[in-house]
T-cell receptor, first 111, second 114 residues
Framework: AQSVTQPDIHITVSEGASLELRCNYS??????LFWYVQSPGQGLQLLLK??????LVQGIKGFEAEFKRSQSSFNLRKPSVHWSDAAEYFC?????????FGTGTSLTVIP | DVKVTQSSRYLVKRTGEKVFLECVQD?????MFWYRQDPGLGLRLIYF???????EKGDIPEGYSVSREKKERFSLILESASTNQTSMYLC?????????????FGEGSWLTVV
């Protein structure tokens, strides 16, 4: 069965610091991979996605993610965090018509 | 831009009431989904539909039903609301089977059952 693991429930970083959010998946083949962000009280917004090709994917708001097949990982990164990045982040995988989500990582940004 | 609209953002209902949550998408997507989101549990799939009048159970269908009479509209129904159904409900849609699908979400509906 497919599963998505986000091992960090909550992360706190200082504004301007770099950020890495971890995501591991379990699936027989390479699925389609996504990162979403959710601001408080809002729906989920797509940050970036990986379907094939270059394993380093650029997204909106200065985020990027790297797909590592050998580690079954799709970690999200940002070189310099802004206070407005404080939100919940979800990793998702899709083998086709279905989508499977991690339990999310809550990001707090301190001044 | 893809637009998924959930008509009710905040609802307060009494135990035992019948509750309808409505969702409309404007991108002619075949797939539509209803998720429930609770702290620490992430998103859990309640039901999804890949065509008009078609539905499939997700991970937590108990206590819920759905209706899809038109392609753009997918309704979630709580036949008899209970306090343990207090939650955030997210509707989503995507294309069917193209392989490179992205799922798009509505803003969410906060339901409180008292």
């Amino acid at each position: 069965a497919q599963s998505v693991t986000q091992p960090d429930i909550h992360i706190t970083v200082s504004e301007g610091a770099s950020l890495e959010l971890r995501c591991n998946y379990s699936y027989g083949a390479t699925p389609y991979l996504f990162w979403y962000v959710q601001s408080p009280g809002q729906g989920l917004q797509l940050l970036l996605k990986y379907f094939s090709g270059d394993t380093l994917v650029q997204g909106i708001k200065g985020f990027e993610a790297e797909f590592k097949r050998s580690q079954s990982s799709f970690n999200l990164r940002k070189p310099s965090v802004h206070w407005s990045d404080a939100a919940e982040y979800f990793c998702a995988v899709s083998p086709g018509n279905q989508f499977y989500f991690g339990t999310g990582t809550s990001l707090t940004v301190i001044p | 831009d893809v637009k998924v609209t959930q008509s009710s953002r905040y609802l307060v209902k009494r135990t035992g009431e019948k509750v309808f949550l409505e969702c409309v998408q404007d991108m002619d997507h075949e797939n539509m989904f209803w998720y429930r989101q609770d702290p620490g549990l992430g998103l859990r799939l309640i039901y999804f539909s890949y065509d008009v009048k078609m539905k499939e159970k997700g991970d937590i269908p108990e206590g819920y039903s759905v209706s899809r009479e038109k392609k753009e509209r997918f309704s979630l129904i709580l036949e008899s609301a209970s306090t343990n159904q207090t939650s955030m409900y997210l509707c989503a849609s995507s294309f069917l089977g193209s392989g490179e699908d992205t799922i798009y979400f509505g803003e969410g509906s906060w339901l409180t059952v008292v």
